[in-house]
């Protein structure tokens, strides 16, 4: 292995930028000439738009332009778009309300943009936006998923117009679809059999992404050549170009290049497309002026794409052994009102097929209503769907656990898969692992069998000490592209692209189609060129982020990056391997099969006849001495579409004390053992195991989003009121480690690695607490003075 | 418009701005120190955190004309002629930082704590002394460890 | 952030004839609530007055058994000041829970008085401590300054200078901080006069603020300990009850915050 390969933690190549002050975020960028575009938001959660008066704000200085809905859809733009359908039982597609970049005729939501003002400093289009007068008719909302398909709820969009054809008559108003996955006569089969049934509702709440760089745009046309330049936070510049171009026509493809810079986090809300990159668009060519919008933490609580918000019945039937015969799960998730570009997908295939989590459940049935209430449209965030599957499924094994009375960790063991590949009742079919040995080590770890005495000391000082366990399951890089684009709806292939390019001098570029924002792929892929060829990392540049560079590319969430990734990465350098080698082989008068790379070096094997990589690379550019049957150059391209999805595992043990006095609750010990597979850089990904447990953290102790049900306004509208984890959250001991069993679903037999933290945590946090408190009744966020209401409760009950 | 004269990294400048100009913006717009960051404005983040006369303000919750007469020191001022200042070597040694875009806040954090608590410092005072500072990347595990080494070796 | 005014006067008198002069001015200390405030444009003053460079509003000093500390005093000052954490500890470690540490290079005593927000830490002090607040114009007696959440007895133009605490037999105070903004979701001083009198003041709780517990305050006048607390009963509806916390939760959060100050100087 290279000092810098695969496998070594290498210190990251990035971050020397970063410490210094000389990152490049978009709101960095500044275009000569630049206007400002601040944006004109839906102070109401439901409105008509009466009429719209810009006469006032026309005249104050420094106007360029507004904006409006109407004169964007005159213009050809059509409305923003959910990219995967979803069919309902009954065959019926999904109810798609039309979203346009800027509201017409009514507003669904509190911070949906009505119109853009572009001035020539911030400060002076901010003065305008104020200045602008809309008159509203206020219209009844609903906020709260809870009341959604109450019949007398009001209906966030009409869609008796559009002439659907439901099965069993119209179906609620503001249902999008019902959907259902499994075998729903073979699950009431197995519970007609059961000895035990458990059942549990849970809550899974409602939380924001919150990158701490807010979105940003500036785009800018050149009319000379009818060109756009967007530079952009997203998380896949070419998803965006496609969907940017072919969708909502704001630009054509081979004329829009999309720059991601440094790119400050994302968690899933840089995936999408939102209205300010179309509106900027259209300004820049409309004005012919760049111009910029920088999103502020408030319009960020408006505008990103929120997450989770379901509200599930599960019920899992055993027979008289505790084996799991059976899973029903019943959800309502929120999808805001509007569907955001993935929308669809989280509640269904990131959720339903997550359900078996690490068991041999022979019947699954899950049932999932997704629904419109006047709330920011929600998507994909950190783990999407998994969370809320793990968090539905591990509560109910411990919960079945303390009902039939028997061992929590022993209960989830006897209902282990145990042989690979596994085919699920629900879709997926698991590559590779071993739960067993996750959990004996996480045990260990933990000192589980030492907690009762822990507890009687955390008793001496008057606190409550629980201990709960959680065992994930994950599905990364959702593959193969035939399948998901078929039958499960996906608009676009899920493949990866890289391109691998030895220059003359024999250093590397390595363009790849994913785009890093935190997780370290400058020095990840650069040590997986490094492995390859022997050579220092600091010899090998990693290009990501830019259309004009990188040629395609799908994008980095759903921890795909690690699969997609380096396999495309790996395939490419598997070509200019192969082409190096027959120069080698030329030049050195040998064998293409007895050329080997050492330490940087082509080699003929048991001599020592060599050449380095600078010289064949030279050799490959100045093309002098090859035959006429080898191509000049040294540059290879792969794409690589996965056979499979990957299957990170873990076991994560917490235990916590609580204050019976305030409720507060303190993580005292945190161990996590997970099964990423290969592990490229141990550094990097210990990073995103702590990042995603403490995001974890956040959900189950902390976070929640708000909205006033009378007003929908958003209550939690600022990190004053929606509590983001800080440093003092952290658990007062964590400690991680690792199993490796290689994923044989691509060439480096790895997994993924981003979300893991954020879906195991939660159930672990919790089962922490419902053992230390003494009831199960409590949903997350387990605030303080919800823990210590739950506690109330339980003296009530005991004093009764 | 008001003219602000600072000293900003180790430089004496001359501004001039609209009176509402915050110091944040000042520093990103008209210094061309992009290297501040703004995360949020209510005051809570500590991405835009710099030294004003010595000591760790929020530049967002500051306006550009309370600094008039001021010395400014930013996350560019750190490193001396192409060396690392050993926060910043500290922060890259222990993975202390992911996206990169809380990490200026949180060294200039780190600075003042070391010159207000000393060169040992104990997780949980680092963990208490980052209470204005939020980073969504790291869950915080590598920060503390950074600024415990980053300390020891200022 | 609309468009104002900044000035930055040499005397208090000179600051006041700019505001009195100005169409809509406010004051402005260490703006750590106000420029927020602004960036939201839900206050929109022509004019800003800076008192934070005024010397006459600068310093700590101890005379006549009272502790006083002039209004642009930031609370980083006061927290890691030796006359203050000789005089009243208490004191000290409360300016050092305000917030955050950039947050405390800014923030001053004076402004946080002034502005009276019903989760800010030093309404609970001055109550607590039966302080005086010494003003352009006056000196106003604690228990008579703070009118409910957000206003207090000060005038327009009227511009806090000083306060003065009287120096305590035994003090503490207590704070269970809302987990996001790290206000005081309840925040309990608990003071021990030189003449013997009990003072329990509670901030974050009150629905007008910054209030004085007479039931906490008579039964530790009787047995100063902490279990001397848990009967007594706290009327809820006179507290807030928002998103952070209810009225029921913040009337067990007042006991035990009291319960926890009081033993720790019992």
């Not at chain 1, 869609?159 to 999008?176: C, M, R, S, T, Y």
């Not at chain 1, 339903?352 to 998507?379: E, K």
């Not at chain 3, 006061?78 to 208490?90: F, G, L, M, T």
Request: charged share 20%; proline share 5%.
């Amino acid at each position: 292995m290279a000092k810098d390969g695969i496998g070594a933690s290498v210190l990251r190549k990035e971050d020397r930028r970063f410490t210094t002050g000389q990152g490049t975020y978009t709101d960095d960028v500044n275009r000569p000439g630049q206007l400002h575009a601040v944006f004109v938001r839906s102070p109401h959660a439901h409105a008509t738009i009466k009429s719209v008066d810009l006469t006032a704000a026309r005249a104050m200085p420094g106007v360029v332009a507004i904006h409006t809905g109407e004169e964007l859809a005159e213009g050809g733009i059509n409305n923003l778009i959910c990219g995967w359908g979803i069919t309902s039982k009954d065959g019926t597609p999904m109810k798609m309300g039309p979203y346009p970049p800027l509201a017409i005729g009514k507003v669904r939501f509190v911070g949906q943009p009505v119109l853009a003002v572009v001035a020539e400093s911030r400060g002076q289009a901010e003065d305008a936006a104020h200045a602008v007068e809309v008159d509203y008719d206020i219209l009844p909302s609903v906020t709260r998923l809870a009341d959604a398909l109450n019949p007398d709820a009001p209906a966030v969009h009409h869609f008796e117009a559009d002439g659907a054809v439901w099965e069993h008559g119209q179906p609620p108003k503001n249902l999008i679809f019902d959907w259902e996955l499994g075998d729903a006569k073979a699950t009431d089969q197995a519970f007609a059999k059961a000895k035990h049934v458990v059942k549990i509702d849970v809550v899974n709440n409602r939380t924001v992404p919150s990158a701490m760089e807010a979105r940003a745009v500036v785009a800018e046309y050149a009319s000379a050549g009818e060109h756009f330049t967007l530079w952009n936070t997203t998380q896949n510049p070419h998803l965006l170009r496609v969907v940017l171009s072919a969708f909502i026509n704001v630009a054509p493809e081979h004329k829009l290049r999309i720059i991601a810079p440094d790119v400050g986090g994302g968690f899933g809300s840089k995936i999408f497309t939102y209205s300010e990159e179309v509106v900027c668009l259209w300004s820049a060519k409309a004005t012919g002026r760049p111009v910029k919008w920088a999103s502020s933490r408030s319009e960020a609580f408006l505008t990103d794409a929120h997450g989770r918000d379901h509200i599930t019945t599960a019920e899992m039937a055993f027979d008289e052994n505790h084996k799991m015969l059976g899973l029903k799960v019943d959800t309502i998730a929120n999808l805001g009102a509007y569907m955001s570009l993935f929308a669809s997908l989280i509640p269904t295939y990131l959720y339903g097929p997550l359900l078996s989590g690490q068991y041999a459940i022979p019947a699954i049935h899950c049932n999932v209503r997704a629904v419109y209430t006047n709330t920011v449209p929600v998507d994909a965030v950190r783990g999407a769907g998994r969370p809320e599957a793990t968090y539905v499924l591990e509560r109910l094994i411990e919960t079945a656990a303390r009902e039939l009375g028997v061992d929590r960790a022993e209960l989830r063991r006897k209902n282990f898969v145990r042989t690979f590949p596994y085919q699920t009742p629900v879709l997926w079919q698991y590559d590779s692992g071993d739960y067993d040995g996750l959990l004996d080590s996480v045990l260990a770890k933990a000192d589980w069998n030492g907690f009762p005495a822990r507890k009687a000391e955390s008793a001496k000082r008057g606190k409550l000490r629980g201990i709960g366990l959680s065992c994930y399951i994950e599905a990364c890089g959702v593959a193969p592209s035939s399948a998901v684009g078929g039958a499960l709806g996906c608009g676009v292939g899920m493949w990866e692209m890289a391109e691998i390019k030895v220059n003359p001098v024999g250093t590397v570029e390595v363009f790849v189609g994913t785009l890093g924002h935190g997780q370290g792929h400058e020095t990840t892929y650069a040590q997986i060129a490094a492995d390859r060829f022997g050579i220092p990392i600091d010899s090998i540049s990693v290009i990501e982020g830019d259309t004009d560079k990188v040629q395609q590319g799908m994008g980095s969430y759903g921890s795909r990056t690690a699969g997609n990734g380096t396999s495309a990465v790996s395939k490419a350098l598997d070509k200019v391997e192969a082409k190096a080698k027959k120069i080698a082989a030329h030049l050195l008068e040998a064998s293409e099969d007895d050329i080997k790379i050492e330490d940087g070096n082509f080699v003929i094997a048991g001599t020592d006849k060599k050449l380095t990589l600078t010289e064949v690379a030279l050799a490959a550019y100045a093309f002098h001495k090859l035959p006429t049957d080898i191509e000049p150059g040294l540059d290879e391209k792969a794409y690589f579409d996965p056979v499979n999805l990957t299957y990170p595992a873990g076991a994560f043990v917490c235990e916590v004390e609580v204050d019976p006095a305030t409720g507060t609750t303190e993580i005292v010990n945190f161990t996590a053992v997970d099964d990423f597979g290969n592990v490229i850089n141990p550094m990097i990904v210990e990073g995103q195991v702590h990042g995603g447990v403490i995001h974890g953290i956040g959900q189950a102790l902390l976070e929640e989003v708000v909205y006033d049900p009378d007003s929908g306004q958003l209550m939690t509208g600022s990190y004053n009121d929606y509590c983001m984890p800080r440093a003092d959250n952290l658990p007062t001991n964590f400690e991680l480690a690792f199993q490796v069993t290689p994923s044989p679903s691509n060439p480096l037999g790895v997994k993924g690695c981003g979300e893991a933290g954020a879906i195991g945590a939660p159930p672990a946090i919790i089962n922490a607490i419902t053992d230390a408190i003494g009831t199960n009744d409590l949903q997350m966020p387990a605030t303080a003075e919800k823990v210590w209401r739950a506690l109330q409760g339980v003296s009530a009950k005991n004093a009764a | 418009m008001t003219t602000v004269a600072m000293t900003v990294n180790g430089k004496a400048v001359s501004v001039d701005s609209e009176d509402r100009a915050l110091l944040v913006e000042v520093l990103r717009e008209k210094l061309n120190l992009t290297g501040t960051h703004v995360g949020c404005d209510t005051s809570q983040c500590g991405a835009c955190v710099v030294l004003v006369d010595g000591v760790a303000v929020k530049s967002c919750t500051m306006l550009a004309a309370q600094a008039d007469g001021s010395t400014v020191e930013t996350i560019e001022s750190l490193a001396k002629n192409g060396e690392l200042h050993p926060m910043q070597v500290a922060f890259n040694e222990n993975h202390g930082l992911q996206c990169g875009f809380c990490t200026p806040g949180m060294i200039m954090t780190a600075v003042d704590m070391v010159r207000r608590r000393g060169k040992t410092l104990d997780d949980t005072t680092i963990r208490h002394e980052l209470e204005g500072n939020i980073c969504r990347c790291t869950g915080y595990v590598n920060i503390v460890k950074a600024i415990k080494a980053g300390a020891a070796r200022m | 952030m609309h468009e104002t005014r900044y000035h930055r006067p040499s005397s208090l008198d000179e600051a006041a004839k700019i505001l009195s002069a100005s169409a809509d001015g406010r004051y402005l200390s260490g703006g750590q609530t106000l420029i927020p405030t602004m960036k939201h444009r839900l206050a929109e003053p022509t004019d800003l007055i800076d008192l934070t460079r005024l010397a006459e509003l600068k310093g700590i000093s101890e005379s006549g058994g009272a502790l006083t500390i002039g209004a642009a005093t930031t609370h980083a000052e006061v927290a890691s000041s030796d006359a203050v954490r000789k005089a009243i500890p208490a004191l000290a470690a409360l300016a050092g829970k305000i917030g955050d540490p950039a947050v405390r290079h800014k923030g001053t005593i004076g402004g946080s008085i002034a502005n009276n927000d019903p989760g800010a830490d030093y309404p609970a002090a001055a109550l607590g401590l039966g302080a005086t607040i010494h003003t352009s114009k006056r000196a106003i007696a604690a228990d008579d300054f703070f009118k409910g959440m957000f206003t207090t007895a000060l005038e327009d133009g009227e511009i806090v200078t000083k306060v003065s605490f009287p120096i305590p037999t035994k003090a503490a105070y207590e704070k269970f901080h809302n987990a996001a903004s790290r206000y005081a979701l309840t925040g309990v001083f608990v003071a021990v006069t030189k003449g013997g009198d009990v003072r329990v003041a509670v901030t974050g709780a009150g629905a007008s603020g910054v209030f004085r517990a007479g039931g906490i305050e008579a039964a530790l006048s009787s047995t100063f300990a902490a279990d001397a607390i848990g009967g007594v009963a706290i009327d809820s509806s006179d507290l807030l009850s928002d998103i952070h916390g209810s009225a029921d939760y913040r009337a067990n959060l007042i006991k035990v915050m009291a319960e926890r100050a009081v033993a720790a100087i019992a």
